[in-house]
Each structure stands twice: as C-alpha cells, then as structure tokens.
C-alpha cells in the first residue's frame, strides 16, 4: 500500500530545545471553512518528508459570529484538523481584533468569506502593531463564481493561496490587470485532499450524490436530482445508493440551504428504497466505501479524483456558471444520470487533473512547500510592513465603508463607537447571552429554510 501523503494527520514533533511555539490564530467563519482554515494551519507548519514540524505549533480556533457560525456537531463532523474542537470560541470582529492585538500570534488564517477577508485587513492594518503577524488567506474550494470581486476583497493578505497552478495563473492575471501586486499568489493544493486510493471491493457497488446547499437553488432542480438519484436506486436494487448531507435542517454552512434534501425527501411518491440512506458525517469517511462519486460542481469531487475514484459531474440541468460545472469542462467527467444509469463510468482526463491541483501520484505532499518557504521567509524577516489592501477609502469609497461597516468597523479599519468588546460577565449572565444568541440564530435559520420559500411562492401565484 502506497504511504500515505496526507500530512495533516501528521502528529507534531517534539518542541525544538529552546524555541517558542509557532503560534497560528485561525478565523473562521462557517464550518467548511474552519476545516480549510485548521488543515491549512497544519500544512503550513508541518514537514511532509518528516511528518514533523521544526518547532512546536499552537493553533488557536475563532469562528466569526455570524449566520452561518457551525454548531458543535459539524465541528466534530468536519473530520480531524489537528485542533481541539471543545478549546475553538465564537468572537465578533471587533472580539478578533482585541485577540490578535494581545495574543502576538505569528500567523494568522483567514477562512472567511471575501467581505469578512477585507474587513479584518483593514481591522489589523489600524491596529499598527509594532510586531504583526504573517496573513493567509485563500479559497475553500473551486473558484467559479466572482473571481474578480473575490481576489480584490482578499488583496492585502500577505499569502492569498491558489489551490492550483491553473487558479494561481488566474489570480495572477487578475491583481496585474488593475495594477495590483500579484506577489501575494502562491500556488498550493486543497488541504484536505488525501486518504486512501480507491480500490474496488468484492460485493461492494456504492454510489455516493454529494449534495450542495446552494447548487441548484429552485426546488424544481432539486427535486429532479433527488428524484433521479432514487430512480437510479431502483433500476439498481443490489447498490448502495447514499445521498451526502452537508448539515441537518437548522444548520448553516458555507452557503445558505433553503430546501433541504431531507425534506424534500420526505415527499417522494412511494418512499425511498430499501438501498437509499441519506448519510452525513466527514467527506473522507464517506468516500473510504464510495465507487462513484455523483455532483453537480461539489469540492468532493476533486477529493474524489484525488483517490482515483470514479467520478461523474451531472450535466442534466445544463453546464452553466451558475452551476458552476462549467468549471469541470475539459474533464472528460461530464455525463448525465441516463448515461450513470446505463453503467458509464467517466474517465478523468490526466493534463486537466494536473491543472487543477488534483495529484494522485504521491506529489501531493510538496504542494504546500512554496507556501512555508514563503511563510517562513516573511517570519524571519523582523517587522513587517503594514498590510496594504488594494481597497482603500480613496480607490473604493463606495464600496468599502458599507463592507467595513458590517464588520463594525469604520473606513480606517478601527472600530465603530460602541462596538467594543463586551465586559465578561458572571456565569448565569453569560448563560443567558449563550440562550438569547442561538434563539437567535435559530429564528434566522427557521426563517430562511421555511418562511422565506413560503413567502416566494405566495407572491408567484
């Protein structure tokens, strides 16, 4: 059996004699994204010939309070990421921002959507620490939508990562065409590719649709995948055939679910068969007992292909930016489920898995050299210069105070009057903050996935 290449399993090596701890804050913002951001940290610190790290590391989790802050359980699903999920807080910006001023962190990751990306640039840049910390930033996924707005919102990061040669050309092109500086770009991979190559198993047929919280939006598309994945069951009553969860109904992730395949589900005219489960729990795991991977434009599918396993990207809804399958063009992975129901099996085309970072060969363990060496360079260098974003209040002065603004902070990056990091309070006031907060939260999430798709059909009738 080949090694295994996944270096963020990798344990941490014995603190070098007389040499602090690298210590590594990650802001995140959603549950995707505190695994990219946790697997990110790790990579950046860790020696993949080795399995170890020169120094010992300190990874500290933060998750941006917001709609889609990820509950106990999908921080625990998410997999192992090398950080204690019972010692990851929730912190505001402003709570952030106090942290990194006192905590004198070496490397900060932010996993955070563009907006929150160019918020806390702006927010440490104000804070003029004497002594900052390395930034990195970068995508938890394939980038195919609002690359533009995108990039320009992460401009600033002293790291903006490319999880492939063909994303780090793009993002290239795209900071040199408005006269930015592009140096920032470094080409790495996923952080959470790797596992074991797939090897079929005798008696064994499995069929894994991982699903989008947000691809395809309408419920007529989703009720077409859905009903499609258990007409393929049926026509196959000796396969397994498991539909992906990402959350359950009331949860958050990356992207906002108002219909949930659950319940859609529970409207399927005759019920679901006998070899049809709906499934949830770490990607990695489901892919372990998977022999063909099924999406529309999900992540997992490079997961997949990165183990060799069978994968097919549905063109039954169209190949659209939209759907962003467009992305997969060039493939060769592009079908429809009446060619999966006939038994196709498509073929990756090898010079487009090179491009996108997809290395099932055993190289994948360089792909995060670049990105320490960098890493490295930029903390032996002594003070840092202040981070320069390429927004500022005299290049975007209509755009920028409204992103700053949600964040609560102003168009100098420093925090709104009022918005201040709250006193600590005694354990039952604290208690009854927790209790407010996720009632809180529920409401928007209830209103979301039941109240605003009621509210959408009433004003189409």
């Known amino acids: 059996m080949p090694p295994r290449t996944d270096d963020a399993a ?11 701890a690298l210590r590594i804050a990650v802001l995140a913002d959603s549950d995707t994204r505190w695994k990219w951001g946790a697997l990110t940290a790790r990579r950046l610190s860790t020696t993949p010939e080795s399995g170890a790290t020169e120094r010992s590391v300190e990874i500290s989790g933060l998750l941006l309070r917001g709609r889609a802050t990820p509950t ?15 010692r990851v807080r929730e912190v505001t910006a402003v709570e952030f921002l106090h942290t990194v001023r006192d905590e004198a962190y070496d490397v900060v990751v932010l996993a955070l959507v563009g907006g929150a990306v160019q918020a806390m640039l702006h927010g440490l840049a104000a804070l003029d620490l004497p002594r900052r910390p390395v930034v990195v930033t970068g995508y938890v996924g394939v980038v ?7 990039l320009l919102l992460r401009h600033g990061a002293d790291v903006v990562l490319a999880n492939s040669r063909h994303d ?3 993002f290239r092109a795209v900071y040199e065409g408005v006269g930015a500086d592009a140096s920032s770009v470094t080409e790495a991979a996923l952080p959470f590719l790797g596992g074991e190559p797939h090897r079929a198993q005798e008696g064994r047929d499995t069929v894994v649709f991982a699903a989008q919280p947000s691809v395809p939006a309408s419920r007529a598309d989703r009720t077409y995948l859905l009903r499609r994945l258990v007409e393929h069951a049926r026509l196959h009553p000796t396969r397994e055939v498991l539909l992906k969860l990402r959350s359950k109904p009331g949860e958050h992730t990356t992207h906002i679910e108002e219909l ?7 409207r399927i005219p005759g019920g679901l068969p006998p070899n049809f489960r709906l499934v949830y729990g770490h990607m990695g795991e489901v892919l372990d007992r998977t022999d063909l991977l099924v999406t529309v ?9 990165h183990r060799r396993i069978p994968t097919a990207i549905l063109s039954d809804l169209g190949v659209r930016e939209a759907l962003g399958n467009h992305h997969f063009i060039g493939s060769g992975l592009i079908t429809s489920w009446d060619h999966l129901d006939g038994g196709l099996r498509p073929e990756p085309d090898e010079e487009w898995l090179s491009g996108q970072g997809v290395a099932a060969d055993g190289t994948y363990g360089t792909a995060y050299d670049t990105a320490r060496v960098r890493v490295a360079a930029l903390l032996a260098a002594g003070p840092l210069p202040r981070l320069a974003p390429y927004y500022t209040p005299a290049t975007a002065p209509g755009y920028l105070p409204g992103i700053l603004a949600r964040y609560h902070l102003g168009p100098d990056g420093h925090p709104l009057p009022g918005a ?25 999430r209830h209103g979301v996935q039941r109240v605003a798709p009621v509210i959408r059909r ?3 009738l």
């Open 72 to 86: 106990p359980r999908q921080l625990a699903e998410v997999g192992e990421v090398g950080v204690d999920a019972a």
């Open 297 to 305: 434009s999900s992540t997992a599918a490079l997961e997949s292909l």
């Open 260 to 266: 949930p395949y659950q319940r859609l589900a529970e």
């Open 144 to 150: 195919y939508e609002k690359l533009a707005d995108g």
């Open 10 to 20: 990798a344990p941490a090596a014995t603190p070098a004699a007389g040499r602090p």
């Open 168 to 170: 780090g050309e793009r």
């Open 420 to 444: 201040v990091t709250p006193k600590k309070t005694g354990r039952v006031r604290g208690a009854v903050r927790e209790t407010v907060r996720n009632a809180a939260r529920g409401a928007y």
């Open 458 to 460: 009433m004003g189409e």
